[in-house]
């Protein structure tokens, strides 16, 4: 009676965790800028809400390094669909541009819904919009982005997500594109499964239109990292840099980005 009594105390405590486990903010669930560029197709937990926040070094191609901080708030609002807010001050320098004072940046809202979730052959789709207000320094227009996602399982634990995207600016500089399109490719991949399930690793290759007229498509590479600490908390790393781009075209030779995500 007494091995069945505390087994059953056991079992209950388990059981206990499991909505803890189930909304928790996942290591292997990936969001754009926690630490690369893409994401994932799946939206987070109903009522779930989650904080990132982030720390970037870039060093572009035409002026000195600078800093930007990026943070996110994120809320689970209805089934498979989130809401993001998301402000991205900087210091110093930035790609395309002699300004170095602050910059609160440009305030973001955005919207991500899944249609699907992936069973058999069929990847899991969904689709982000973003509407950026001009609220930072010298910033004019309304920039709206629609990005589609599928993510699909390779093999038996990687997992392919690839991104479309298509950027609109409401008020262009004369030299900048009023439309500027992007493809990404990215890979995650838990490491050490089965025996740990508490890391992923991650891979991306990107090509973007360049802001400015008479200037080509810039490529970059990025690899990362995402650890999770905690049921309800993950930490992450990645590295950047555009690899081809035209000498004129302004780019960010080497950028490095380090986070933090909680939910709650």
Do not use: C, W
């Not at 007494?2 to 087994?7: N, Q």
């Not at 990132?52 to 800093?67: C, I, K, M, W």
């Amino acid at each position: 009676m007494k091995f069945l009594f505390t087994r059953s105390l056991i079992v209950l405590g388990f059981l206990s965790l499991i909505p803890s486990l189930v909304f928790a903010i996942d290591h292997n669930n990936v969001d754009a800028g926690r630490p690369l560029n893409f994401d994932d197709a799946e939206a987070i937990a109903y009522r779930e809400r989650a904080v990132e926040a982030g720390v970037s070094g870039a060093f572009p191609n035409d002026g000195p390094s600078g800093l930007g901080l990026g943070l996110e708030f994120l809320y689970g609002f209805a089934l498979n669909t989130h809401l993001s807010l998301d402000l991205d001050p900087s210091v110093g320098g930035r790609a395309g541009s002699d300004e170095t004072r602050f910059d609160a940046g440009d305030l973001s809202i955005g919207l991500l819904h899944n249609f699907n979730r992936e069973f058999g052959s069929v990847p899991a789709f969904s689709l982000r919009s973003d509407v950026a207000f001009p609220t930072g320094r010298d910033s004019d227009g309304v920039n709206v982005r629609l990005r589609g996602i599928m993510s699909k399982v390779l093999h038996q634990y990687e997992r392919i997500h690839v991104n479309l995207d298509g950027t609109y600016r409401s008020e262009p500089e004369p030299n900048e594109r009023k439309f500027q399109p992007a493809a990404l490719v990215g890979i995650s991949k838990p490491l050490g499964y089965p025996r740990n399930f508490n890391r992923t690793g991650l891979a991306e290759v990107r090509v973007r239109q360049s802001e400015t007229f008479g200037t080509g498509p810039i490529a970059s590479a990025g690899v990362g990292l995402r650890q999770q600490v905690t049921v309800r908390s993950v930490v992450d790393i990645g590295i950047q840099s555009d690899i081809i781009a035209s000498r004129n075209a302004p780019h960010d030779d080497f950028r490095i980005t380090a986070g933090y995500s909680v939910s709650y």
